[in-house]
């Protein structure tokens, strides 16, 4: 298996091809006010909430569908794989922000739903263990894909590489946003912008 050099990040209006990725394991929950159904993919994961026309999805391999991000993985940046972080927030065990690299951030607006997604790199050791995720799986040992509801807002997930010493640890803060009346294609904004 050969270290992932880039991620994709996918947010649409339209349901995925599900059909076509290999799901692992799936979960619907209560989250922001609506349904949502949680996929550990065999590519990473996708999140779906078709009340909302809220299609998220994130993999190592290219996606053809939506508006999509292209994150690049740097080589490693003196992080240690034998760190074991002692700061913790106050979620099941994201690493304080001084222990990884922000490889992404950005603000997306789906319609009314405004998603605020940063993505760190961390050693493995941040990753707090399988136990404490509501949806878990594990492709082989060290090798997970998790998924925790933080609040009623925020989730948050791992993405582990044992063979590399690699977590990617990813953050998706939603917001009720008012209804873009011009059209409801999905738009990418800079951190740096507001949304309104």
């Known amino acids: 298996m050969t270290a ?3 991620l994709y990040l996918a947010y649409d209006t339209e349901r995925p091809p599900l059909a076509t990725y290999d799901i692992k394991r799936q979960a619907q929950r209560r989250f922001f ?6 996929f550990v993919i065999g590519d990473s994961h996708c999140v779906c909430a078709p009340t909302l026309g ?5 993999s190592c391999k290219p996606i053809r569908q939506g508006r999509v991000a292209t ?3 740097p080589a490693e940046s003196g992080l240690s794989n034998d760190r074991c972080p002692t700061e913790r927030r106050c979620s ?7 222990d990884g690299q922000t490889i992404h951030s950005g603000r997306y607006r789906l319609g009314p739903v405004g998603v605020a997604t940063t993505i760190r790199r961390e050693p493995i050791s941040a990753f707090p263990g399988p136990k404490q995720f509501d949806i878990v799986y594990r492709f082989e040992p060290g090798a997970y894909t998790a998924i925790n509801c933080r609040s009623a807002t925020t989730y948050e997930t791992y993405h582990t590489y044992p063979e590399y010493g ?4 990813s ?3 939603f917001t009720d946003l008012a209804a873009d009346t011009a059209d409801d ?9 507001k949304i309104n």
């Open 92 to 98: 099941i065990g994201a690493p304080a922000s001084d």
């Open 4 to 6: 992932p050099e880039r």
């Open 54 to 58: 809220f299609y998220e999805l994130f």
């Open 71 to 73: 994150v690049e993985l």
């Open 185 to 193: 294609t999905p738009a990418y904004e800079t951190p740096a912008s």
């Open 33 to 38: 006010g609506s349904e949502f159904v949680f």
């Open 171 to 173: 953050e998706h803060i």
């Open 166 to 169: 690699l977590a990617l640890y």
